[in-house]
């Protein structure tokens, strides 16, 4: 604890939790900026700025948030806003803020590239590789650059930095570009804690979608399975908590196939109504291309309701114990078969849900936060407060 006094830990990442399009990364991000803070460290989170938002504030744990930009120009401002702090002004560089000592680089699919500009330890932290999602998102041209920006330019940018990233599959992949194994560490996710009471499950077979509205998670694969499931579960419902830019397809979908009345679009939830929806379900659904782990998947299994994914999907097959606390599935028929599976097999569904609570229980911030802690420490070690790094 003593070590880490009044040293300033500087997190870049493009959102946070309150954005609109905020997620598990967000999550990630904010509760390891909380345990260095419980830890004697300070820490600054900058990240892009959206409507309703204040551009600077500290929130009740400590942690500092600056938010400039947007969603592209978020990256230009980091810059600006470091190399302006570096000048003795700007947000960074009064008492409040203070200079960083070590910079948190976060990838999300595009690198900020502080390791160009500050003289600061840097410590690049990625989720998961995007090869799948620039294809998805983005059309062919956009679509190489950003992956040359990610795959070859980053790397060599970042060729002296330590990585910390989620799971053994991201891990695999960074390897896969050339980053060194020994310097990738592996620090998971924490489990959030349960906020409610446990609450009944709904009397009819419930699905459950969570997370942000956007193409690479493919909610549409769980619009088609509603459709054909209802067929045989008349009562089936699908609940789609979440908002994003990709909603109004999604709804003109769900109008196409005819299933209004079985698809509820809760948009944006409260920590307590998530909880609520976790415990209510029946199954969690996470049909995503990729995840670096499957935060959404571990909180279901906290409430003892197991999730179907995706084998290929990265971090999922992690986060999921296959056949004990959850389904890894290949494909999109043997997606709907694992679903209706489950549904229709009550005893499998309570085992599973026995499974993943305990589970769940293995996976705590307190524990994420030392391994943190331990490596923020190790890039600090032999460089005094305040001086520069080469």
């Given at each position: ?160 930095c330590p990585y910390v990233t989620v799971s ?116 969690a659904l996470t049909p995503s291309i990729k ?100």
């Amino acid at each position: 604890m003593t070590e880490a006094l009044s040293r300033h830990i500087l997190f870049l990442n493009w959102r946070d939790t309150r954005h609109p399009e905020g997620g598990g990364s967000e999550v990630y991000i904010e509760r390891m900026a909380a345990e260095m803070v419980a830890r004697g460290y300070r820490a600054t989170i900058l990240c892009q700025a959206y409507a309703g938002a204040a551009a600077e504030e500290v929130k009740p744990d400590g942690v500092q948030v600056v938010r400039r930009g947007g969603r592209h120009t978020v990256y230009l401002f980091a810059a600006l806003v470091y190399l302006a702090g570096a000048l003795g002004f700007g947000p960074l560089s009064g008492r409040r803020f203070g200079r960083p000592d070590v910079i948190v680089d976060v990838c999300n699919g595009l690198p900020f590239l502080s390791r160009v500009y500050a003289r600061r330890p840097v410590i690049a932290l990625v989720h998961h590789v995007h090869r799948e999602q620039w294809r998805v998102i983005f059309g062919p041209v956009p679509a190489r650059i950003g992956w040359w920006i990610e795959s070859r330019l980053a790397v060599r940018v970042y060729r002296s930095c330590p990585y910390v990233t989620v799971s053994e599959s991201s891990r695999a992949e960074l390897v896969g570009l050339g980053v060194d194994a020994e310097r990738i560490t592996i620090i998971r996710n924490g489990t959030p804690a349960v906020l409610t009471s446990p609450v009944p499950r709904t009397d009819h077979p419930s699905l459950l979608v969570l997370g942000r509205l956007v193409p690479h998670k493919r909610v549409e694969l769980a619009l088609r399975a509603t459709v054909l499931l209802a067929r045989e579960l008349p009562t089936i419902e699908l609940v789609i908590a979440g908002q994003g830019w990709w909603e109004a397809p999604l709804r003109e979908l769900t109008a196409d196939l005819g299933i209004e009345h079985r698809v509820r679009f809760a948009g944006f939830v409260t920590e307590a109504d998530k909880h609520e929806l976790l415990g209510r379900s029946w199954v969690a659904l996470t049909p995503s291309i990729k995840e670096g782990w499957g935060l959404t998947i571990v909180e279901a299994a906290a409430h003892g309701t197991p999730s179907v994914a995706f084998r290929s999907a990265g971090g999922v097959s992690e986060a999921i114990l296959d056949g004990h606390t959850g389904t890894l599935v290949d494909d999109e028929l043997d997606f709907l078969r694992a679903v209706r599976r489950l549904l229709r097999d009550d005893e499998r569904r309570t085992e599973m849900g026995r499974a993943g609570r305990v589970y769940a229980r293995g996976f705590t911030w307190e524990a994420s936060g030392d391994a943190f802690a331990g490596l923020v420490s190790d890039r600090l070690a032999g460089v005094p407060q305040g001086q520069r790094v080469p």
